[in-house]
């Protein structure tokens, strides 16, 4: 009897101990795995969610379609690339609770202390190079996170959508990365400055970057967009706008920071049109001129808050050109808005509106 009762006993004990062994232990799938990447994609291939990445590749080509799965992290080495070759693309749809990452190797918020050195380095601007998209035309990025990159001396992006391609970002972050003024050019964190016109970039935040973003001058641009995060902004605080010609019709409402047109002339082809929205401030790098063929390719020109102005002005959108207090605006910083009415006998000539500012006002008709 007392034998019968002390096995008893024993398997209660058994039985509870089991039941209180935590799940993961049997049959868990879901463990993260650390991976390191070395050699080329050149089949499609599937990064796991939860997963972390490891990119040790000088250059990693992308010779097909990766889809990347919410949740994973993916740690790029000091001064590596990512560069996407023909029938490469991108697909990295992460969530709001669980973003896809890419980071520096450095950086031990985001996964763990995956080069094993403690506290001895911390993740910086310019820790990784950059993801170039290079012409490829279905890349769509959702929920990403993109930091400290941008390393690349002669190209200091972190997203660098050539080649014309085409791609989507929306909700995601782009903070910590280079982006820089180079030769002369502006080139953002995210540099769409030669990217498709079908390219879209909206619900995205930009902070703590140099230069937070370039856009082909055929881009639109909605005003979903953040450019700054708890009073974090970007040292060049703006949508600096790359390229001479407009010939579709675009949208500009972006009313949070300026927009830069650093051409010498953009030009709007006939029959095209700029719609601006309201409060939108127009800014112009040295010597810039917009020409237009009628008052008509300007679409809300003076809509309430609507502005024209030097890219040396900081009262308007702030300090654009992140120089601090180290310039000031003047008169005929910039050339002015050139109306070309070459339907007509006159040579055309430059628009004299109120809500311009800084401009020559000596201009002479082209």
Same mark, same amino acid.
Request: hydrophobic content about 35%; charged content about 20%; proline content about 2%.
């Given at each position: ?46 990064? +796991? ?9 000088? &250059? ?32 990295? &749809? ?11 190797? +450095? ?12 506290? &001895? ?222 339907? +007509? ?20 008709? +082209?």
């Amino acid at each position: 009897m007392k034998a019968y009762k002390f096995n008893f006993i024993v398997l209660i004990i058994l039985l509870i101990g089991i039941a209180t062994i935590p799940s993961c232990t049997i049959g868990d799938t879901t463990t993260a795995e650390t991976i390191t990447i070395s050699s080329d994609i050149n089949s499609p291939t599937t990064w +796991k969610g939860d997963n972390i990445y490891i990119i040790d590749k000088d &250059n990693l080509y992308l010779n097909a379609e990766l889809t990347i799965e919410a949740g994973a992290i993916i740690k790029i080495m000091s001064g590596d690339n990512i560069i996407l070759n023909r029938d490469g693309n991108i697909i990295a &749809n992460g969530t709001s609770t669980k973003p896809i990452v890419f980071t520096s190797i +450095k950086d031990d918020n985001n996964g763990s202390d995956n080069n094993s050195d403690g506290d &001895n380095t911390v993740p910086a601007a310019g820790d990784w190079g950059y993801i170039n998209l290079n012409g490829s035309q279905n890349s769509t990025f959702k929920y990403c996170k993109f930091l400290y990159g941008g390393r690349d001396n002669s190209n200091p992006a972190t997203v660098d959508v050539s080649s014309e391609a085409k791609a989507i970002f929306d909700n995601c972050t782009f903070a910590y990365n280079s982006g820089s003024l180079l030769n002369n050019i502006y080139v953002g964190t995210l540099n769409a400055s030669n990217a498709s016109a079908q390219t879209k970039i909206t619900n995205c935040k930009f902070y703590g970057n140099n230069v937070p973003v370039t856009i082909n001058a055929e881009m639109s641009m909605d005003n979903s967009n953040s450019f700054s995060n708890d009073q974090l902004g970007n040292k060049c605080n703006g949508i600096f706008v790359w390229g001479s010609s407009i010939t579709s019709d675009i949208n500009w409402l972006e009313d949070e920071v300026a927009f830069v047109v650093t051409a010498a002339n953009l030009d709007i082809a006939v029959n095209r049109t700029i719609t601006f929205g309201n409060n939108v401030v127009v800014k112009f790098a040295e010597h810039s001129t917009l020409t237009v063929s009628s008052e008509g390719c300007l679409i809300n020109h003076n809509g309430p808050g609507v502005e024209f102005t030097s890219l040396k002005d900081d009262e308007r959108k702030g300090d654009t050109n992140g120089d601090g207090r180290e310039t000031s605006p003047e008169v005929a910083d910039w050339t002015g808005i050139f109306i070309d009415v070459w339907k +007509k006998s006159t040579n055309g000539e430059f628009a004299h509106w109120d809500n311009i500012y800084y401009n020559d006002p000596h201009a002479t008709a +082209k």
